[in-house]
């Protein structure tokens, strides 16, 4: 029914950037917030950023001023623009969709999560 695919991970060195993506198909969508979290091996997936439909964002301090998360609301895709990557940015970033009361399905929905490495 509900399908959320992130794409744009990659292998990169410290300094450089990186975009994500964050798909989501599904017969009428309509998101609510959409997040970006991540997980590295051995510790708990923590949030990176989230954005409301109307445009509110939140960020967690650690990325606060490197990365940059939107949305486009009518194709129902998220962005996570990262720069200045750090090796502490390396996990596996997976984004997270809340439908709204409007939408058809209703509920929270992840993706499979696509991995960030960032060499020294």
């Known amino acids: 029914q509900v399908q959320v695919v992130e794409s744009g991970g990659d292998l990169v060195q410290a300094g450089g950037s990186l975009r994500l993506s964050c798909a989501a198909s599904g017969t009428g969508l309509v998101i609510d917030v959409m997040g970006w979290y991540r997980q590295a091996p051995g510790k708990q997936r923590e949030l990176v950023a989230t954005?409301?439909?109307?445009?509110?964002?939140l960020y967690a301090d650690t990325v606060k001023g490197r990365f940059t998360i939107s949305r486009d609301n009518a194709k129902n895709t998220g962005y996570l623009q990262m720069n200045s990557l750090k090796p502490e940015d390396t996990a596996v970033y997976y984004c997270?969709?809340?439908?709204?009361?409007?939408?058809?399905?209703?509920?929270?929905?992840w993706g499979q999560g696509t991995q960030v490495t960032v060499s020294s």
């Open positions: 954005i409301t439909r109307g445009g509110s964002i």
């Open positions: 997270n969709v809340r439908l709204s009361i409007w939408s058809l399905n209703r509920g929270n929905y």
